[in-house]
């Protein structure tokens, strides 16, 4: 719902010729809110950048949040939500910082007394909804950003690569390996593979709660392309009841060696680099 | 184990992204430890979920999955169903051969979650949405 043009120079009027009163009751009303959670003077600052936004907005002619003359006005709002979404503060004290104004907009009218008063007040707190929406979208937006942001760093945190031994690198898998995951695990391995030199990689599936076949997929592209960079993978965590449900499902591993620990798997590389020492070895010998 | 998950409805749960193919395994793995599944038959079920669940989502374009505690007078069990719009299967028995696939996958889902479980029902026809019917039973 849209301001008329003569309510939006009202509303302007009204702003500027109380904005003592205006900015004393809409910083008391969040101050109750926030209780001390954001110093006076920092609140002071905010309330009072709000407060000219909006009063250039209206003066520029601008008669809802949407018009091109709100860009600055929606900006800081924006900026606004951002900051309290960053600090913690809720959807409601974000947005109330906002719907506050409609109290300091009804103690500043309280001394007129014209019939047309209630009517401006309705289109009034009609601009200040749209304003306190607008915060709330900016702020669900930001924790929707940051939450992202978490699961990411996540996604990184719950795939490490580590040098397991001279020559061997280990990964070990933990919780769901879906595509975004694997996809991450693999190029790590590869990588680690680079960094290290390492003729060997293990892949620990023992954090693993249910190999479908897309996870034995992935898993089978990985190792191929270890192969392809001169690496061979071994499988490792393979426990009993993932083993039937494997089989049951024709899932082939074909060569790939499989092992039920992370310590058999280590065994089992350590004897196939003790034998290939010890050929070269003999062979230096003869 | 407090499961939050209310044993005597069916628990149904939209499938629209790989997030609510995790979260169809983590029902099925509740439910199928509420009726006391041994720790094999629950990692089967879960798997033959996650295969099906995954279709729906893939070929189907998404659908609904519906998780029930069942007990057939002698023994308890879970029953879930998976229902899309999609396209339907035209050949049946071509989509159950181990090794086909129209989507680059293994082509062992189908065929596979057949083999995980005790009971299993297919209905589908081109342009008719694909439905499967599969059970458990605790042993
Ligand atoms: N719900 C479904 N709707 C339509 N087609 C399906 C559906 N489920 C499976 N199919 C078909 O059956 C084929 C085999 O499925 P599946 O055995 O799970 O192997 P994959 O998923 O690896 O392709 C699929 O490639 C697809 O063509
Ligand atoms: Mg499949």
Known sequence: MALSTDESGRLADLLTSRVDRVIQRWTEVVGEQLRGRLSQAELLRQVQELHRALVDALGKGAVDLA???ATELRAVLAELSR????QGFSATETATGVFALKDALLSAMEDDQSTRTLRDYVAFAAMVDQMGLFTFESYVHTREGLIADQAEQLLELSTPVVKLWEGVVAVPLVGTLDSARAQVVMERLLQTLVDTGSPYAIIDITGVPAVDTQVAQHILKTVVAARLMGADCIISGIRPQI?????????????IATKASLADALRHVLRLTGVESGRRQSRREA | MTSGVDLSRPQAQTVGSDEDVVRVRQLVRTVAVAVKLSLVDQTKVVTAASELAR????YGGGGTVEVTAVDNGRRPGITIVFADSGPGIADLELALTDGYTTGGGLGLGLSGARR?????????????GTRITITKWSR
């Open chain 1, 243 to 255: 083993a039937q449900t494997i089989v049951a499902l024709g899932i082939e591993f074909g060569d």
């Open chain 1, 67 to 69: 018009a091109e003359e």
């Open chain 2, 116 to 128: 995980l479980v005790d009971d299993f029902d297919i209905q589908t026809a081109p342009g008719q």
């Open chain 1, 83 to 86: 900051g309290q979404a960053r």
């Open chain 2, 55 to 58: 279709n729906t989502l893939v």
